[in-house]
């Protein structure tokens, strides 16, 4: 007799066609339970719930063609049971109940089984083994997509460590650039405009929070504007010259070394 509840991958879990059989009903329409419960936990913000309890799978039927299925925890097979309020249903979901105990009870006596055999023994190894590689290959794949964005993350980690306003000759030299070609820069993806020999943001720019201005009297008694960019507009110009290809040199530097 098929199991109602079963072991795989080391969790324990029944499936939609188990639960179709057991409770007499269409597994096409179990399936669009279990549809409609993940789209519920979904809408709440519950995903990583949805992907740690319901898992996709396929089964194959007696003409040999795939279709879909899925396999649910103790938790999901709760969530998806619940409207089976007949007397008879109850039935069926105090057995799984008890099944699910029953085989996590299993599952952790053969956990902490110590081997008996030399082929137990030499299995357990193997698994080790296996669980060790697996565990190194996602080390290494965890290494490499942190070397391949190390770049952005020196830089983003410098603007976000640094405090207050900087005036834009400062920026410039983070690109190796003069502060007239990054105002130019700025002038030509329409950040700014110059009018009477002072960069002014266009209104669009104008309530981002990039920058901190005041307004002094130069020498020949005319106001001018002082404008000096916040942390915010400081990555917003990175973002910016990064589109262009503009890398910073702490980044170029921090590259070449690798």
């Known amino acids: 007799m098929k199991e109602i509840v079963f072991i795989e991958n ?8 188990m639960i179709a059989e057991t409770f ?3 597994h ?7 549809e409609k419960q993940i789209e519920k936990l979904l809408e709440a913000g519950e995903g990583e719930f949805s992907l740690h309890n319901f898992a996709e799978s396929t089964y194959t039927n007696e003409r040999g063609r795939q279709y879909k299925k899925y396999l649910l925890t103790e938790e999901a097979f709760a969530l998806v049971t619940m409207s089976y309020v007949t007397v008879e249903a109850m039935k069926f979901k105090v057995r799984f109940i008890e099944e699910f105990k029953r085989m996590k009870q299993e599952l952790e006596k053969r956990t ?6 030399y082929k137990e023994a030499l299995l357990q190894l193997v698994e080790q083994v296996e669980r060790n590689e697996q565990l190194e290959a996602k080390t290494l794949m965890l290494e490499q997509q942190v070397a391949e964005s190390a770049p952005k993350v020196t830089y983003y980690d410098l603007i976000l460590s640094s405090t207050g306003t900087v005036n ?10 003069s502060g007239k070609r990054l ?7 329409g950040v700014q405009y110059k009018m009477n020999d002072q960069w002014l943001l266009y209104h669009k ?8 201005s005041h307004t002094h009297m130069d020498g020949n008694g005319k106001a001018r504007l002082h404008t000096k960019w916040t942390q915010k507009g400081r ?3 990175h973002q910016l010259l990064d589109k262009r290809g503009i890398t910073a040199l702490v980044d170029r530097e921090h590259a070449e070394a690798n």
């Open 205 to 212: 720019y104008q309530d981002k929070g990039y920058t901190k």
């Open 235 to 237: 990555l917003f110009i």
């Open 24 to 26: 007499g009903k269409r």
């Open 10 to 17: 080391d969790r324990v879990v029944t499936d939609s066609l």
């Open 183 to 189: 105002n130019e820069i700025l002038h030509e993806e």
């Open 28 to 34: 096409d329409s179990v399936l669009r339970d279990i």
């Open 112 to 117: 902490h089984r110590l081997p008996t055999t």
């Open 168 to 177: 834009i000759t400062q920026i410039a030299k983070d690109y190796g650039l």
